[in-house]
């Protein structure tokens, strides 16, 4: 468009020159001006009269002549002059949209050199070998995927797009880029069951490109790699190097398998970011069945962790997601909560990069829940769960399966959540609602809530603890999960926890007036 403009440009100047050349060869082709008789020409003040056309006996008017040729120059001039002003605003537009076009010129280019130019080793497609470089045994089934680094134009773009549509009550949905890559990173050791898991991964996925699903292996279980690799080019497999046993205290060697999770998470992380070169992924174990929503859940709420600091994750799960303890026709309902959930947990990068560094040698999830990690920041969790398990064997020896876990209810609703609304979520929206419908409920003893006829209504309404003690009583005896880490219980948010109760919504909580959690509450 713009070399089109600027050719039609040079065109007008052109014909511009052209014709004041044709109208000077005139001029001066024309014979000399004299009195009449003499030459034939006619001058003005003579005795002719000024007149247009042929006079008598038919000689020409000159003098007729010149006025009407003056006139025509006149009419020309004009038709110049403004000839000159368009091809004028013309150039300036032409010169902006040049300055423009350089502009965004060079910004791509930067863009592009962030994208393939990583600093001291380029970023490696899920399809490369990472054999020569870590000494890794990958399995090159992956078609190679676009990747967007961490911190780029592009990121900050969108950020800066998240921010300002909060601020015009835009919906966060419509600044969500859709080219954000998530990977799906499956954490794998020797269950061939894994086989449930990636089969609803890939059921369920939108995309391969902009969903890449890479099974990270650890115990070197031939079987369970054999199933890994009958999904060919469909995931991505790679396999942790160091499978020896880990020096522990003599206390802890019935502990050993922590220690390996603890080791292998960080070695399949550290792939994903500084490997693969990924700016966020969302983490399954291989014994985690998916919602047909999953992927969904995570694109939409991408854009609210990148745009909150106090968000520090995104889970599918809910600790508390029983059959019984939640709403089946609030689907869509989405909380923030103080306790870190995993089971199926997206991360950025950024936090990856401050948390690698101290990483725990064991129990990484309870490390995860302490203070000096959270540093008040909280998670995002929905009511009715996104993934669930159906591993019972694993380093727990199934006990924690058997008392709560198989009882976690599975969303069978899609919901769009990338075309809601969700900035609710953010801090200063959700403190102020959240806080006021709790402690403008009716306080109710926990008789009240068991005995059918006393209470009318769905709630909301609030039970008040006052001590550990307290919590751990009423959360038995209301049937949701009463231990505590770091002294936060598990799905609270300001150590409030929201749950249904016999068909009533009922909020667990502390005196008004809360400020912050008492490790020693654990």
Not at 19 to 45: H, K, M, Q, T
Not at 305 to 327: I, K, M, Q
Request: charged content about 25%; overall charge neutral.
């Amino acid at each position: 468009m713009v070399r089109k403009k600027g050719s039609l440009i040079l065109c007008g100047a052109f014909l511009f020159v052209a014709w004041n050349a044709l109208l000077l060869l005139y001029l001066w082709g024309r014979p000399p001006i004299g009195r009449l008789g003499e030459g034939g020409g006619a001058e003005p003040g003579g005795k002719e009269e000024w007149d247009v056309g042929r006079g008598k006996g038919g000689q020409v008017n000159l003098a007729g002549e010149v006025i009407r040729l003056a006139e025509e120059v006149e009419i020309q001039l004009e038709t110049q002059k403004k000839l000159l002003k368009q091809i004028e605003s013309h150039r300036a537009v032409w010169a902006r949209q040049k300055d423009v076009g350089k502009r965004e010129t060079e910004d791509t280019k930067e863009v592009k050199q962030e994208v393939v130019h990583q600093p001291q080793k380029p970023p490696l497609s899920l399809g490369d070998s990472v054999d020569d470089r870590h000494q890794t045994h990958v399995k090159h089934t992956q078609k190679p995927v676009h990747t967007v680094p961490t911190g780029s134009k592009v990121e900050q773009h969108q950020a800066i797009e998240i921010k300002e549509g909060i601020g015009e009550n835009h919906k966060l949905a419509s600044v969500a880029s859709p080219e954000v890559i998530i990977p799906i990173l499956v954490i794998a050791c020797d269950r061939v069951t894994v086989k449930r898991s990636l089969d609803r991964l890939i059921q369920y996925r939108p995309s391969p490109e902009l969903y890449p699903i890479i099974v990270s292996q650890d115990c070197g279980h031939a079987e369970t790699a054999r199933v890994i690799g009958s999904y060919g080019d469909q995931v991505t497999h790679i396999s942790q190097p160091d499978l020896s046993d880990i020096r522990v205290r003599p206390e802890h060697r019935k502990f050993q398998g922590y220690y390996k999770i603890s080791r292998h998470y960080q070695w399949a992380l550290n792939q994903v970011f500084n490997t693969f070169s990924q700016s966020t992924v969302v983490i399954v174990e291989d014994d985690l069945e998916v919602a047909q929503d999953f992927f969904e859940y995570f694109r939409a709420l991408y854009p609210i962790l990148r745009a909150d600091p106090t968000l520090w994750c995104v889970s599918a799960w809910n600790d508390n997601g029983r059959d019984a303890l939640v709403d089946p026709s609030k689907a869509e309902l989405l909380y923030r909560t103080d306790f870190f959930p995993g089971l199926g947990w997206m991360l950025l990068k950024e936090m990856w990069d401050e948390l690698e560094p101290k990483w725990p040698s064991a129990f990484w999830d309870d490390w995860m829940r302490q203070p000096e990690q959270r540093k008040d920041r909280s998670c995002i969790r929905p009511e009715i769960s996104r993934t669930i398990t159906f591993g019972r064997k694993g380093v727990s020896l199934g006990q924690f399966f058997d008392q709560y876990l198989r009882y976690i209810k599975l969303n069978t609703e899609f919901v769009p959540f990338t075309k809601q609304d969700l900035s609710y979520l953010l801090k200063e929206r959700y403190d102020e609602k959240f806080i006021k419908e709790v402690y403008s409920a009716p306080l109710v003893k926990i008789e009240d809530l068991q005995q059918a006829g006393i209470l009318k209504g769905p709630g909301p309404y609030r039970v008040e603890y006052s001590s550990r003690d307290s919590f751990k009583i009423f959360a038995r005896n209301l049937g949701v999960m009463d231990d505590l880490k770091s002294g936060v219980p598990r799905t609270g948010y300001r150590a409030i926890v929201s749950f249904l109760y016999r068909g009533r919504r009922v909020c667990l909580a502390p005196p008004e007036g809360w400020t912050q959690y008492d490790i020693s509450w654990s």
